[in-house]
């Protein structure tokens, strides 16, 4: 009875060990029954592709000469919230639906409404990532801006594209960061009211069509 007793002992304390190591080893490794409902939160800069975009208004005076207001209301940079909802099916494919907030110009606001596809590359707990989103930017005008010579009264929105890659990492069981690169397409519509001195007042709607770098930082919540 010793001798047995002197056998099962140690296998006994050894359980509660091989457990915990099971355990730590589990989280290590990918989840691969992770498929389900997700949310991503993601904030980006959007810094733009061309050095400058002024737009020249060929507008003529009172005595039939050529007017220009060079006016430059974009960002240079332009920040991004968006929020996503949508389901995994595989690690490679996640499909969902998002609506965002961006500010291309300073006259104005954009709210994204937009679907996404996008999925890890590898099954590991550290992944290349890809996304691809297409969807309507919803132009929304702020206060009027510009001085006595130039003035916004409307916004129009217009087509958004965007893609890109990254670099994904598991936090835990149900918690992923995301680190976004790619490009993003926004275009607009702006009706503008311009009057040059001492000339009526003119209207003219010009279209703009935003190319921008993203950089964003992505956190990923799991059901």
Do not use: C, W
């Not at 992944?127 to 003035?151: E, N, S």
């Amino acid at each position: 009875m010793k001798k047995i007793f002197s056998i099962l002992f140690p296998g006994l304390l050894a359980i509660p060990a091989l457990s915990a190591q099971k355990e730590a080893v589990t989280l290590l490794l990918p989840r691969k029954s992770l498929l389900g409902v997700y949310n991503t939160s993601t904030i980006s800069i959007m810094p733009r592709m061309s050095p400058n975009n002024y737009y020249p208004y060929p507008y003529y005076d009172i005595y039939g000469l050529p007017y220009a207001y060079n006016g430059n209301t974009e960002n240079r940079v332009a920040f991004s919230f968006r929020n996503t909802t949508g389901y995994r099916f595989f690690d490679f494919l996640n499909v969902g639906a998002g609506v965002g907030i961006e500010r291309y110009e300073s006259l104005a606001l954009n709210l994204p409404f937009f679907g996404e596809v996008s999925g890890n590359i590898l099954n590991k707990r550290f992944t290349p990532v890809y996304f691809i989103q297409a969807g309507y930017g919803l132009g929304i005008k702020t206060a009027p801006k510009g001085d006595d010579y130039y003035r916004v009264t409307h916004t129009k929105g217009g087509l958004m594209l965007a893609g890109g890659i990254g670099f994904a990492g598991r936090i835990d069981r149900n918690t992923i960061l995301r680190l976004n690169f790619g490009y993003r397409l926004q275009q607009a519509a702006y009706t503008a009211e311009v009057q040059p001195y001492n000339s009526p007042m003119q209207v003219q709607t010009r279209s703009m069509s935003y190319h921008r770098l993203e950089m964003g930082i992505s956190f990923t919540f799991q059901q």
